[in-house]
């Protein structure tokens, strides 16, 4: 099965801090993505990443960056945290093939104070 | 740009009993996949049902069924013989078939109730 784990399920952080949520898939899959979800707004697109050191800006990518170094392991980077970021991180995975089914993780729920 | 429209919010129906909950998209495109993802509480969001455009017959999981009308451009889930283990929130959610890595599209979601 695959496995796609993120680092944190919660997580409590200052105005203004660093964040970094981590996300690491097993099943060697090719692309990767950040997803944010808020009540009443569904699932929306912040990063993917095709390959390794590839990204590409999702439908609401201000105030965020991404990283993938390793095929494994993509994170997103909130630089600045600011109080409207607060909100549950989905990472997921797929194969680069055309099948288009995610792998979903756990999700972070990140609270900015 | 691609929309995917879930118009309820919340839906609640009877252990043992049948619910459809409704989904609607826009798209220019002419192949696509369409998708229902569960999340149960606190948990993993799942694959319940892919339905890929170009086939007419609708896909089914068990208790789990589509009806695809692709003219009108809907995609509504059936699900058969409701158990509490239904409970959760579900998403539509779309992708046109092609090149790239984009996302999938998805809607806001329904919550799905089990009264027992």
């Known amino acids: 099965d695959v496995k796609v784990t993120q680092s944190s399920r919660y997580l409590v952080k200052r105005t203004g801090e660093k964040v970094f949520l981590e996300c690491v898939q097993d099943?060697?899959?090719?692309?990767m993505f950040w997803y944010r979800q808020d009540p009443g707004l569904g699932l929306r697109l912040i990063y993917f990443?095709?390959?390794?050191?590839?990204?590409e800006k999702g439908d609401i990518p201000e105030g965020y960056s991404v990283s993938r170094e390793k095929k494994e392991r993509f994170s997103l980077i909130l630089e600045s945290a600011s109080t409207n970021q607060t909100s549950m991180y989905l990472c997921?995975?797929?194969?680069?093939?055309?099948?288009?089914?995610?792998?979903f993780g756990p999700g972070t729920r990140l609270t900015v104070t | 740009a691609q929309t995917v429209t879930q118009s309820q919010p919340e839906m609640s129906v009877q252990e043992a009993e049948t619910v459809t909950l409704s989904c609607t998209y826009d798209t220019s495109e002419s192949d696509y996949y369409l998708f229902w993802y569960k999340q149960p509480p606190s948990r993993q969001m799942i694959l319940v049902i892919r339905q890929e455009a170009y086939k007419q017959q609708n896909a089914t999981e068990n208790r789990f069924s589509v009806n695809f009308q692709k003219a009108a451009k809907s995609f509504s889930l059936k699900i058969s013989d409701s158990q509490l283990g239904d409970a959760a929130m579900y998403f539509c959610?779309?992708?046109?078939?092609?090149?790239?890595?984009?996302?999938?599209?998805f809607g806001k979601g329904t919550h799905l109730i089990i009264q027992p």
């Open positions: 959610a779309y992708r046109f078939i092609g090149g790239g890595a984009d996302g999938l599209t």
């Open positions: 990443s095709y390959d390794v050191k590839m990204k």
């Open positions: 099943m060697d899959h090719e692309n």
């Open positions: 997921a995975s797929k194969t680069g093939t055309a099948i288009y089914e995610q792998y």
